[in-house]
């Protein structure tokens, strides 16, 4: 264990950090948008970290433009094909927590997903 | 390439479009194409399982015929076609169980949008069952759990919009923790095929080097899918969700869904990382402390529920207990267990769930536990069908819930390690009386005869078994279904044993 690889691999180590930023707020917070940004929080964080995982220094993007078509030239594409498919399935994870918000905004008039609770367990149904 | 070797593809595909399908149809006709889905899909999902056991091996089919490092696969043996054909019998089963609280408890507008979810569900369940790929399981993981969702809050009533966004947030932050199980994996190995990945991963674990990062993922996806299948402390969502949806969801939830996110767990174990790399790894042991925990927490929980709906609930976290408990033992007979344990859980939970419905429905729409009082003569079916899940849930023999108790135990005495043996054997035991004390309790409850002022007073109706034709065929199908596997599990323990050894 040296810190020498924490510094070479800060991006990893960024990654991780705001993995556990957006994982304790949609774990911990109370108010329901917080929560969800959490959420992007956790997920653009896996983005981060897959983007730098894909990337090597010094070569571009594998867009084949000026007729390059050595291997060598271009970065690994496949992790940037899974942080397409994540944002996916992150933007429409978001919109559906997005509405079932709405849904609890308007019968309950609070984002206080434990005093929505409390009322439950008062009022029933 | 014989034509059966579609089916597998075609059964996800089918699915998979015919939910957009249901979104131009009415109600009626959702309902129809949906249940002509299933049986379709069951059909060729059989078709599929005689293949595999004709052939006695397991095939891969690559998609668009891109070969192995490049292409996504799916990858068919007989532990797949079996869970294939049986999540399709129970799915089945639970849509025709539900049908008259389908059409009460959702709106006449949105009945169609149920069956869309339904298929959606089916085709994501199949993907994880069938998948050979990683990053495909994580997307039909998500696809499962936004439809699961769907499925919960379409009965709109406050106490299923905050079970939906507890279940939501729970399971979007376990499939957080797979995707980074994944990506580390993914780092480290450089694959996302399974068979591959599983190559890397032994030359890692030959070499020695990567030992933290192996381990993390493991960890990482372990306890991810452990989170999204509701083993104990991550339970907090169950109960309502279970509780308060409508019939068929809360079945279809409890037998089904669960299960699939397990048995991915299983092909991760088997066929990702090398089920020696996880024995050592000690991932395992964590999994069996929370799931001795959970098997008695979830029992006591259920004991001190009053509301029926939700103590069959609480008692589904102490059955995920027994699974998790069955990996953590670290022996194939331990596997084993657990998988059948998945199948006889699934059998029995969703019995119990549509018997409930008919003994509260005779019972004035009642849930507590003192107005069940001799609802077993009320609704003669529905209690004889609820005895039978309460038997077999208790372990009695005969029926299902014995053989999964009896393979746990066996499997228990035959581990090696001794301190793992002695823990299994007691839980077991405790967890055993204290379902009896619960299940045994509410029996005696059903066939306590009611005095008649208050029958008369409370205008509880009786009702036969030909006034709801589809509920009672499902039922007895439940209980046919209990019996076979209660009775005849030497086949079916055969079967999961040969799945397995083509999984390694």
Redesign the interface.
Known sequence: MNLGNLFNNYGEAVAMIL?GI??SN??LQKN?IK?IIG?NI??TA?YL??AL?GFIGGRKAPIVTDGVQSVEAYINP??SG?VL??IV?SV??TA??LS??I??YR??HTLD?DE??TR?RK?G? | MAFVQNFPFMSIILSLFSGPLCSILSGRKAKWVNAAVIVIIGGMSAAVLGFVLGTGQEYVYTMGHFPAPWGNEIRVGVLEAVMAVFFCVIMLLCMLGGIREREEEIEDTKQNLYYIMVNLLLSSLLALIYTNDLFTAYVFVEINTISACGLIMIRQNGRTLVAATRYMIMSLLGSGLLLLGICFLYDLTGHLLMSNIREQVALIHANGSYHIPLLVAVGLMSVGIAIKSALYPFHSWLPDAYGYSTLSSASILSSLVSKGYIFLLVKIFYRVIGFDIVRDSKVINVLFVFGIVGMIMGSVSAIKESNIRRMISYSSIAQIGYIYMGFGLGTTAGIVASIYHIVSHAATKALLFVAASGITEVSGDSTDFFDLTGAGYRNKLSGIAFTVGSLSMVGIPVFSGFISKLLFAQAGVGVENTAKMLPTLIALAISTVLNAVYFMKTVIRLYTPEKKAVLEKKEFKQVKMTEEPAKSFALICFIVLNLFLGLSSEPIIRLIENGLNMFA
């Open positions: 993995f957006g994982f949609l774990l329901l929560k959420l956790m997920d896996m970290f897959l995982k496949i992790p899974l498919t994540g399935v429409s994870v559906l927590m079932l918000t849904r609890l019968r309950y997903l929505i609770s439950l009022e149904l």
